[in-house]
């Protein structure tokens, strides 16, 4: 697959280089997933069982990681190519969350990672 290439900041497409730019490969497969990882569940309108449960549970009180490991995984999943993912790492401090995973796709290894305000 073919896609535009976005920025890793904000999600805009990336005209640094004055034109709109095409990424595929393993390239296009980690921007894809940084994607999907920050979609937050309910904020698609036709698949609202998409995303992450950010305000019902990664930013509260009672945060449990091992849910949020286990919807980055699953979301991860459904991004076309990727074949395996395993989390390295998920930690949270005060209302600042970090996580790291390893990718695996047919075009090798990648890693995604972000800091959720």
Known sequence: MTTIKCNSDN???DISSGDLELIS???E???TSEQT???SRGELKYDAD???SYFQNAFKDDFNPQLFEAEVRD???TVANVTKVDIV???RKNQELTYSANIETPFGKGAIRD???
Request: no cysteine; proline share 0%; aromatic share 4%.
């Open 89 to 91: 790492s998920v930690e």
């Open 25 to 27: 490969g393993l390239a």
């Open 75 to 77: 979301q991860l999943l």
């Open 11 to 13: 999600g805009d497409f």
């Open 37 to 39: 990882v920050k979609q």
């Open 29 to 31: 497969v980690i921007q």
């Open 115 to 117: 800091r959720i305000l």
């Open 50 to 52: 998409k995303g992450i």
